[in-house]
């Protein structure tokens, strides 16, 4: 579950990325992300800074490197939050904005906590900012669901059924929805479709799993359309969780 929150006193946007699973709901991600921010204030933050250096061709955003400039006593392991390349008569070069990580007893005591709660991955290369997600527990936010059931925290065709729609409820977000992602798991799901509409159902664009996607209408009210369907290379869907992170 995904949600940002701008730091108080910061000039720039600084983000803090919390990992935790174990949030289920929207509510629950919205105020996790408001106390991290009301913690930490531009006093707080951990330093930043820019390095120039030969280009980086396989640097990516969210790298952890290692920077050393001894006339500046600057010496460890900087995050990447975000870089450029340069291309000129002087040579390739990559200017990348840094952040270094604070770890002291605390930062240690949680991240051995959540370890033992994480249950997967969770991946945003793309740097989404909210997501809409369906773990499927219940029917809470499903506005319709035509062949499909619940059944032990997965949708399921009904039986005897080939194909079923589940369509979601529409979450309403704060600005036009520029991007998408699309998160699922499962099984059998290679013929089945799905699709997300940001404005309340009138068009859907067709989503692939982990791939970024524009949204080709303007609006905030963001649904989602599931097609589960059955043939012979996928006699039997299963759709666990499905998530949307978008921004």
């Not at 194909?163 to 998408?180: C, E, F, L, Q």
């Not at 599931?226 to 869907?237: C, F, G, Q, R, Y």
Request: glycine content about 6%; overall charge negative.
């Amino acid at each position: 579950m995904l949600r940002t929150a701008a730091i108080a006193g910061s000039g720039d946007l600084r983000e803090i990325f919390e990992k935790d699973v174990s949030i289920n709901t929207y509510q629950e991600a919205t105020d996790r992300a408001q106390s991290l921010a009301d913690r930490h204030t531009e006093s707080t933050l951990p330093p930043q800074g820019k390095a120039k250096c030969y280009m980086l061709f396989t640097l990516n955003p969210g790298d952890n490197i290692w920077i050393s400039v001894p006339r500046q006593q600057v010496h460890g392991i900087y995050k990447v939050n975000e870089f450029k390349h340069m291309f000129g008569r002087d040579g390739l070069w990559t200017e990348a904005f840094l952040e270094r990580e604070m770890i002291g007893t605390s930062q240690l005591i949680r991240d051995r906590i959540k370890k033992e709660h994480e249950v997967t991955i969770i991946d945003n290369p793309n740097r989404m900012e909210q997501s809409y997600n369906f773990p499927f527990n219940t029917s809470t936010n499903i506005a319709s669901m035509t062949n499909v059931t619940i059944d032990n925290g997965k949708l399921v065709l009904t039986s005897g059924q080939t194909n079923g729609i589940m369509v979601t409820d529409a979450r309403n977000a704060s600005a036009n929805i520029v991007s998408m992602e699309l998160r699922i798991v499962g099984a059998n799901l290679e013929s089945s479709t799905f699709e997300a509409s940001v404005d309340n159902g009138v068009t859907y664009q067709t989503m692939t799993k982990n791939t970024l996607i524009v949204a080709t209408a303007s609006g905030t009210q963001l649904k989602i359309r599931v097609t589960l369907i059955s043939d012979t290379a996928n006699p039997n869907p299963i759709l666990e969780s499905l998530g949307i992170l978008y921004i």
